[in-house]
């Protein structure tokens, strides 16, 4: 049996075989650092800009309940200028509401009052003329008076 002889590599052409294999794992493994270096970057970046984006919502959740908060507390202020301007609104309506009945009880007492004295006037005028009208028939009766 024969075995069959392997070419001898020249050890010039060997060598530059190892050095350019050498190359191209150096190459490979730069490489391979710089997407690692890359993929790195990347992260830090995605992250920073998650944690920009969380502290972002975080201070608009912030605005957004004191803007809330703000929006509560004028509303139940409004709420409360608008019972107490209704509780004097309804004050002065009964002010008003007794004044007019004051005004009105005043008024017919004095009605009242001028009725009464016309009343007495008519009755005196009355009075008076009946009185005219006697001395007139006892005139006439008595035409030379008694003295």
Known sequence: MAKAQEPKQDPKQAAALKEAAEKQAAQQRAQAKAEERARQEEQKTAESDAKRRAELERKKAEQDRIAQAKADE???????????????????????????????????KREKALAEAAARLKQAQTAYQAEIEKNKTAEKKDPGGKQ
Do not use: F
């Open 74 to 108: 004028d509303r139940k202020a409004s709420d409360r200028l608008s019972k107490e301007r209704a509780k004097r609104e309804a004050e002065i309506a009964r002010k008003n509401s007794e004044a007019a009945k004051k005004q009105t009880d005043e008024d017919a």
